[in-house]
């Protein structure tokens, strides 16, 4: 069975900073793309950052050159760094990856959530 284990959220003020924090483990042959999404009360959940085991990213465009993405491949964790946070980034925000089980078997996997607030 493989888990992912998200830690880092938090209360912050505005223009503040938060790091998320997300850990596979368990059964892992290796991992495709690892994401962080978001869901705020009453809204639905969106991508925020995306990236690929060669490193690429993606952004939602409200986070560009706010938020940075990045993984450690050996410790099959990725990373979340908020900066200049706004009231409208409070939401729960979840992990998601793409693990291959085994060689021919991939699956999504998902956190249980952490909660960013962001106080104005």
């Known amino acids: 069975q493989v888990q992912l284990v998200e830690s880092g959220g938090g209360l912050v003020q505005a223009g503040g900073s938060l790091r998320l924090s997300c850990a596979a483990s368990g059964r892992i042959f290796s991992i495709n793309t690892m994401g962080w999404y978001r869901q705020a009360p009453g809204k639905q959940r969106e991508l925020v950052a995306g990236i690929t085991s060669g490193g690429s990213t993606t952004y939602a465009d409200s986070v560009k050159g706010r938020f940075t993405i990045s993984r450690d491949n050996a410790k099959n964790t990725v990373y979340l760094l908020l900066n200049s946070l706004k009231p409208e980034d409070t939401a729960v925000y979840y992990c998601?990856?793409?693990?291959?089980?085994?060689?021919?078997?991939?699956?999504?996997?998902w956190g249980q959530g952490t909660q960013v607030t962001v106080s104005s």
């Open positions: 998601k990856a793409d693990i291959w089980i085994t060689r021919w078997t991939e699956r999504d996997y």
